[in-house]
Nanobody, 116 residues
């Protein structure tokens, strides 16, 4: 059974930092591209950052210079270090493991709330 479990969300003041983690089980973690998405209330889910199985990294423009994605294949874990948080970063953050459109998995999400 595949599980992706996010942790690290919470309430933080604007300008603060959080580190999200996503632990995967039931998949060959190292061969999956790993992504972080977020969904704010009333908005569509959007891609925040991704790291491929080969280590290539992508950031959405709205987080460049503030967020850092990484992965530890030995621990089946991906991370999202979030610095200089803004109120508009408030959202549920989801972990995604992707190989193909039909071979991908999602976590249940972790809530990040940034107060002004």
């Amino acid at each position: 059974q595949v599980q992706l479990v996010e942790s690290g969300g919470g309430l933080v003041q604007a300008g603060g930092s959080l580190r999200l983690s996503c632990v995967a089980s039931g998949i060959a973690f190292s061969i999956y591209d790993m992504n972080w998405y977020r969904q704010a209330p009333g908005k569509q889910r959007e891609l925040v950052a991704g790291i491929t199985s080969g280590g290539s990294i992508y950031y959405a423009d709205f987080v460049k210079g503030r967020f850092t994605i990484s992965r530890d294949n030995a621990k089946n874990t991906e991370y999202l270090q979030m610095n200089s948080l803004k109120p508009e970063d408030t959202a549920v953050y989801y972990c995604n493991a992707f190989r193909t459109r039909l071979d991908q998995y999602w976590g249940k999400g972790t809530l990040v709330t940034v107060s002004s």
